[in-house]
């Protein structure tokens, strides 16, 4: 498409726009009495306005029923993280039994790691990209330790090229074949959190599997912003966030896939809780472990029902859309933004904003993420001062996202507007 950098185009694209009617199922935040130009979800997203009501509805059940309403709410709680699986299957690409949302993102990575990462002789390293979120790197750098590992020899880090922001695809080919023989895991995110780029996920795991490695990934900045396929990649594992482009509130329940070739396979090791147990002995509460089938048997607790009826809210959203729409309409919307803000940099070369992020739509989702040539923080907090919502991460970066459920392309057309306008007034 030739885009156009005029508010009629803008507004033209919004017309056109099958998805347009979401926008008004989220709480867009004010400023001066209008909407701000939010560019964050990709560090949170909005609220559903639904979310209310099934959280209104749990409240109710709790004051009625108190304890019997794990078996006789409206939705009663003991089965309650089934009720969201298919939609939930359905944006990552798996199988309703490989995936369930629980307990919050590190910890799951803790204890998926604690089945999936079992360093043996020479094999013991964990392979991940450089720069990815600190959590990972805690969490990566404690479970070798625990292992009686060194971080500083047992875990390999891939770090782009001299003078290039991404990582190429080949070169992480090349590291996994050339360390082959010492790697125990592969942890990648899925779409780095500081560039934006969105890794080649099927690539990666088809040359770790030929390597004799397990191949897992975090997708806290993936779920909900670009189309995976986890069972069909032959992905082991993977867990996500679900308050970023899934919109299910600050802290809101995580998620995790554990593919079901793994499922029967009872002598992995785990850390174990009754919610994971098999449902049907799970209440004659014994002594000894019974897994229930597919992932529900990483459970640890019972599930924590209000931040669950809050994700339900967006997943129906979710799955009312269709994630292969969503992703139509996102790789449009960024390509405007990209477009918006090319136009901007040749207008103002003396404030550039360097685009980091891959330009190639396979290799990112939403997000852009922009590096300015001089007064980068100054911008960011012009930007705020005038209602436009993005995300500074130290030390240069500036983040935003486009998010094509409530995003328009005029939202897009104000930040390069809005640029325009800071920048007449002498940055």
């Not at 997203?45 to 209104?56: C, H, I, M, T």
């Not at 629980?102 to 043996?120: G, I, R």
């Not at 720069?131 to 590992?149: C, L, M, R, W």
């Amino acid at each position: 498409m030739n885009f156009e950098n005029t508010l009629s185009f803008a507004q033209q694209l919004d017309e056109n726009d099958s998805l347009k009617k979401f926008r008004e199922r989220f709480h867009i935040p004010q400023h001066n009495g209008k909407d701000a130009i939010y560019l964050c979800g990709n560090s949170l997203g909005l609220l559903p306005k639904s979310a209310r009501s099934f959280v209104e509805q749990e409240f109710q059940d709790w004051e009625k029923f108190g304890v019997e309403g794990h078996f006789n709410a409206k939705n009663p709680w003991f089965p309650y993280h089934h009720f969201g699986r298919k939609m939930l299957a359905e944006i990552v690409g798996a199988k309703e039994e490989e995936v369930v949302a629980m307990n919050s993102l590190t910890a799951n990575l803790h204890l998926l790691m604690v089945s999936f990462y079992q360093p043996k002789g020479a094999r013991k390293k964990i392979m991940m990209e450089a720069n990815a979120f600190p959590s990972d790197q805690y969490a990566i750098e404690t479970q070798v330790k625990f292992h009686g590992g060194n971080p500083e020899t047992d875990i390999i880090e891939i770090s782009p090229r001299e003078g290039e922001y991404t990582l190429r695809t080949e070169d992480i080919l090349a590291q996994i074949e050339k360390n082959k023989n010492e790697l125990a895991l592969i942890l990648f995110g899925g779409v780095n959190y500081l560039s934006g780029q969105y890794f080649d996920l099927k690539k990666i795991t088809d040359a770790g599997h030929a390597a004799g490695v397990t191949v897992g990934f975090d997708l806290a900045h993936a779920a909900g912003n670009v189309t995976v396929q986890l069972h069909d990649w032959n992905v082991d594992f993977a867990c996500w966030c679900s308050y970023k482009y899934l919109n299910s509130g600050a802290g809101g329940v995580g998620g995790i896939f554990v593919h079901e070739k793994h499922s029967a396979n009872n002598d992995l090791p785990r850390f174990a809780g009754w919610w994971g147990n098999d449902e049907q002995t799970r209440f004659q509460m014994k002594k000894g472990f019974f897994p229930q089938t597919g992932a529900g048997a990483w459970q640890v607790s019972n599930a924590p029902v209000f931040a669950m009826a809050i994700h339900r809210a967006s997943l129906e959203i979710f799955s009312e859309a269709g994630i292969k729409n969503l992703r139509a309409k996102s790789e449009q919307l960024t390509a405007y933004l990209e477009f918006t803000l090319n136009d901007f940099n040749q207008k103002n070369p003396e404030h550039e904003l360097k685009i980091i992020t891959p330009t190639n739509i396979s290799e990112r989702g939403c997000q852009l993420s922009l590096i300015a040539k001089k007064d980068g923080k100054k911008i960011f907090e012009q930007l705020t001062s005038h209602g436009v919502i993005a995300d500074w991460r130290e030390p240069n970066v500036i983040r935003m996202s486009p998010v094509p459920l409530y995003n328009s392309f005029e939202d897009v057309y104000r930040v390069g507007e809005t640029l325009m306008m800071i920048n007449g007034t002498r940055i």
